[in-house]
């Protein structure tokens, strides 16, 4: 049997979710990565990864079809079995979208795929994974600084992210039978791709910096680099919480 510790990480081929994974195999983790539509940048990642003596394997997941966990679930398993596993450690929900426009402007259509990817698909990924997610295992659900601090323009992303700090509460109590902890891991202003690059720009970088304490936006690696322990046992005391990395922004 495989004794490793094993994390799903959804959305693991760019950004909070490469940093992540990276970061847990250098850790010793083997780790199971979803993507979407890069599959040349996942496939890279995970040969990067092997070469460097840790284990990385990728399957396709489009999040905003509920109808398809049933299959990735029983592809999951497979693939657990392939190396010599039966249950997986830790899941990280990573993977979202957003859409950033004024409140009055933003569509039905937009508010109804950040609900399907930012709060369904964690919701029934979940319930569909806990039978391969080990007791005593964690699951670490991602929202964003913007649920507290008010930014113009993030009503519909921070509301339905609000919704996933209210569904980590809840799977805390109805899973700790199994000692499942579940946390909430809120990010602040970062400089990736998410949102369509809108935090490249300089103009909401500095707007950004300037509401930030340490005087900086984040890098996925300031995310990344801190799961490792909040999946450890160190944090076994952890659970139903948000845990805040966003430098100090908006305080």
């Not at 995970?46 to 592809?75: I, Y």
């Not at 009055?104 to 508010?111: K, L, M, N, P």
């Not at 949102?195 to 103009?203: E, V, Y």
């Not at 910096?209 to 995310?223: E, S, Y």
């Amino acid at each position: 049997m495989n004794d490793s510790r094993i994390a799903l990480v959804t959305g693991a081929s760019r950004g909070f979710g490469r940093s992540m994974a990276a970061h847990l195999t250098d850790a010793g983790v083997w780790v199971i990565g979803t993507y979407n539509r890069s599959a040349t940048e996942a496939q890279e990642f995970a040969a990067q990864v092997t070469k460097n003596g840790g284990r990385l394997a990728f399957l396709q997941l489009d999040l905003s079809r509920s109808e398809l966990f049933p299959a990735f679930a029983d592809s999951v398993s497979r693939l657990l079995h392939d190396w010599g596993a039966q249950q997986f450690n830790y899941l990280i929900n990573n993977a979202g979208i957003g859409f950033f426009p004024p409140y009055a402007e933003t569509s039905e259509e937009q508010f109804d795929e950040l609900v399907a990817v930012n709060l369904k698909a964690p919701y029934f990924l979940t319930q569909r994974l806990l039978p391969l997610l080990a007791d005593g295992g964690r699951i670490l659900n991602l929202s964003t600084a913007l649920t507290r601090a008010v930014v113009p323009g993030a009503s519909a992303y921070a509301a339905v992210k609000g919704a996933v700090e209210v569904l980590t509460r809840y799977q805390a109590v109805e899973l700790a039978d199994r000692r499942i902890r579940v946390n909430t891991l809120r990010g602040g202003a970062t400089e990736s791709d998410f949102g369509g690059g809108i935090m490249h720009t300089d103009a909401v970088k500095e707007l950004s910096a300037n509401v930030i304490a340490l005087g900086r936006i984040g890098t996925p690696d300031d995310l990344g680099a801190a799961v490792p322990a909040l999946l450890s046992t160190a944090f076994g005391w952890a659970n139903g919480g948000c845990i805040e990395l966003s430098g100090g922004q908006s305080l």
